[in-house]
C-alpha cells in the first residue's frame, strides 16, 4: 500500500444501520483497559456495535460493550477464530500484547485493521519503529543501540554512553524500562527490560539519555476531510511528566513557540505518513532548546491524551472513533486549559474500593473517572482525575489535589490469595 493512504474497507461513510441489527458498523476492540472503555464509548455514541476482548473478565471496556470475549490474544489462532464468529467491519488493537503477524494474515484476507496491520507491527516493535522514524522519515531521534545479550549489552551502553536507557523490545507504561547511570547497572537493567516487556525477549534496546526541557505528546490525527481525501490534524501539544518510566500526569496545552509546534507537528506528519493508516497515533517526543526528537508513537488514543477529555470538545477518543468509521473532522478544537493526574492502587487485592471521592469532588472544575478494574496491584493505574481551570498551572494543582485524595482512601477488602488472577468469588469482582 502507498503511504499515505487509508487501508482497504476504510472508506467515507454517509450512515450507520442500527447496533445489533443487520449492516451494523461492528466494531472490535483487542483490548479493552480504560483506552478501549473509551473508545467504545464514543464509538457507540456515534452508533457502532462494539465487541470488547481482552485477556482478563470484567475489563473496563467489557464493562459498556455490547459484547465481550475474554482471549489470550497472543494466540493467533484464538484471535482468527474471534474475528471469523464475530466478523467485525473495524479490528482495533488497544495494546501490544496481540499476535501482530495474525492481524497482518487477517487484513491480507480483506478484514480492516486499525490504522493498518503493518502499522501496528512496526509501531509495537522498538527496533522497527526507531528505524522507521531515523532511517526512513529522517527525523532526529537520540542515539541508539540493540542487544542480544547481556555482553552485547556491555558493549551497546559504552557505545552510547552514560547515563543511558534500556528498554524492552515491546512495551507501554515504562514496562521492562530503566534509566542506566553506570556500568554496574546494566545486568540489572538488562534482565528487567528482557524479561518485563509485554513480551520476554533477550534483544533489548539501548537509548541515549536525552536530557530534555520538556516531553510532549503531539496527537496525529489521519482522517477524511470533508472532499473526502485523507488529511493529517493535529491537537494541541500535550506536556506531561513520568517521575519514574510510567505516566503520571498530562497537561494541555504546553506553551511552546510557533515555529517549535510547526517543528514537532512536522516530526509527527513524517512518521505517521510513513505509518499510513486511518486513526489518531500518539507521538511521543523531547523539546531540547529549539530541537525536536523523536522518541515513540502509539497508533491509537494515548495514555497522555486522558486530559483531552476535560480539555477538548472532542476528546482524542471521540477523534479516533470519528475518524475509523469514516466521518470527516472538519476541526479540533480547545475548550479549557486542563490537566490529568493518575489514580494509582498503594496495594493489591480484588474490587478495590474508592474513598476521598466527596474531598476531591469538591475541588472546583476537578471530574475523577475511576476505570473499573476488577483487579488492583501496587501502582496500577485505577483511576485519574482530570481538571479544568484558566491556565495549566492551576489544573495541574488541582488534578493533583484530586488524584491524592483518591489514592490515600483506597481500599482492598478481597486480597489476593494462593490462587491469584481470578477473583475470590463472582460477588467480589467486576462482571462483564
Known amino acids: 500500500m502507498p503511504h499515505g493512504m487509508a487501508p482497504p474497507g476504510v472508506r467515507p ?50 464493562q459498556v460493550a455490547h459484547r465481550h470475549h475474554v482471549v489470550p490474544m497472543t494466540d493467533g489462532r484464538a484471535v482468527r477464530a474471534l474475528v471469523k464468529k464475530e466478523a467485525p467491519d473495524l479490528i482495533v488493537p488497544e495494546i501490544e500484547q496481540i499476535d501482530t503477524h495474525e492481524l497482518l494474515r487477517l487484513e491480507e484476507e480483506g478484514w480492516v485493521v486499525i490504522p493498518r496491520a503493518e502499522a501496528t507491527l512496526i509501531t509495537m516493535d522498538r527496533e522497527r519503529i526507531r528505524r522507521l522514524a531515523a532511517e526512513a522519515a529522517g527525523v532526529k531521534t537520540s542515539r541508539y543501540e540493540f542487544a542480544n545479550n547481556l555482553d552485547e549489552a556491555k558493549g551497546a551502553a559504552e557505545k552510547v554512553g552514560y547515563p543511558c536507557l534500556f528498554k524492552s ?26 524479561r518485563e516487556g509485554r513480551v520476554r525477549n533477550p534483544r533489548v534496546m539501548i537509548e541515549e539519555f536525552v536530557r530534555f526541557d520538556l516531553e510532549i505528546t503531539q496527537l496525529t490525527l489521519r482522517h477524511y476531510d ?53 486513526g ?12 525536536v526528537y523523536f522518541s515513540e508513537i502509539s497508533p491509537r488514543p494515548h495514555d497522555t491524551g486522558l486530559v483531552t477529555l476535560a480539555s477538548q470538545w472532542q476528546s482524542e477518543f471521540a477523534l479516533h472513533a470519528r475518524a475509523i468509521l469514516g466521518f470527516p473532522v472538519p476541526s479540533i478544537e480547545m475548550v479549557s486549559p486542563a ?50 481551570a484558566s491556565d495549566v498551572d492551576v489544573a495541574r494543582d488541582r488534578a493533583m489535589r484530586a488524584a491524592h485524595l483518591v489514592e490515600e482512601r483506597i481500599r482492598f477488602p478481597e486480597p489476593i490469595g494462593p490462587a491469584a488472577g481470578s477473583p475470590p468469588d463472582a460477588g467480589s469482582s467486576a462482571k462483564g
Open 169 to 194: 523490545m515491546m512495551s507501554s507504561s515504562g514496562l521492562g524500562s530503566s534509566l542506566v547511570k553506570e556500568p554496574a547497572e546494566v545486568a540489572d537493567a538488562y534482565g528487567a527490560a528482557s
Open 13 to 62: 461513510r454517509r450512515e450507520l444501520a442500527s447496533p445489533l441489527f443487520a449492516g451494523a458498523a461492528r466494531v472490535m476492540l483487542l483490548g479493552s483497559g480504560e483506552i478501549g472503555r473509551e473508545i467504545a464509548l464514543e464509538a457507540m455514541r456515534m452508533g457502532a456495535e462494539v465487541v470488547a476482548v481482552d485477556r482478563y473478565a470484567g475489563a473496563p471496556a467489557m
Open 280 to 291: 489518531i497515533f500518539g507521538c511521543e517526543q523531547f523539546l531540547v532548546g529549539d530541537e
Open 339 to 388: 490537566a490529568a493526574h493518575v489514580i494509582l492502587a498503594s496495594g493489591e487485592g480484588w474490587a478495590p474500593a474508592y474513598g476521598g471521592l466527596w474531598d476531591a469532588h469538591a475541588i472546583p472544575g476537578v471530574r475523577i473517572h475511576l476505570f473499573g478494574k476488577p483487579q488492583a496491584y501496587r501502582e496500577r493505574r485505577m483511576g485519574i482525575a482530570l481538571a479544568q
Open 226 to 278: 470533508a472532499q473526502g481525501h485523507v488529511a493529517t490534524s493535529f491537537c494541541p501539544p500535550i506536556g506531561h511528566t513520568r517521575p519514574g518510566t510510567h505516566y503520571h500526569e498530562s497537561w494541555q496545552p504546553t506553551l511552546t513557540s510557533e515555529s517549535l509546534r510547526k517543528k514537532m507537528q512536522d516530526v509527527a506528519k513524517a512518521v505517521t505518513d510513513r505509518l499510513g493508516g486511518i
